[in-house]
């Protein structure tokens, strides 16, 4: 197998990282600082950079769209159960991709071709070539037109589900892209409040 431009900078960067590792090796497996965030998998977020966090500091779960998914779920109680942390932060962002489709186009497209799909003035368009996947429309992508509702919703979803203990706050957060900053959403603090 061919190793690519993207895959030869990956494994040069690792390297430097690697010879720079230091005492980085003796991190212990609970997070420092006792939360976690969850929030989208969108390049232009950073979470280290916009909580000021360091290596060993927090957990950070990752999906598209930030959602409080199942699988997000199961690492949020494994988080709290088995490493302690206190505290949860949900946060998406300005401009997110998630609000640009909807299951039925998703569905669709994927049962077009797997290949890159292509958006312009005219919506979403299948530029590949099939076969594709009837697949695709048995998922829920969890996609929202609202930002600030999906949030709220999120929290709810996570401070109601029985796994998680009403002691651990959840906090939810738009990060603006174009200023990187956090803003609180209204209404998740009360929705995510602990008792």
Known sequence: MSKTKTHQEVLTANKTYAENFGEKGKLPLPPARHFTVLTCMD?????????????????????????????????????YKL????????IHHTDCGMV???????????????ETATVDQNGWRDVGHGPGSPEGTKIDWLTFTDEDQAVIDDVKKIRNHPLVPKSIPVYGYIYDVRTGKLNEVPGAAEAGAAS
Not at 46 to 60: I, M, N, Q, S, T
């Open 43 to 79: 390049a232009r977020l950073d979470p280290a950079k916009y909580a000021g966090l360091a290596e060993g500091d927090a957990h950070v779960i990752r999906n598209a769209g930030g959602r409080a998914s199942d699988d997000a779920i199961r690492s949020l109680v494994i988080s």
């Open 83 to 90: 490493l302690g942390t206190k505290e949860f932060f949900v």
């Open 100 to 114: 640009l489709f909807n299951n039925q186009i998703m569905g669709d497209l994927l049962s077009k071709s797997l």
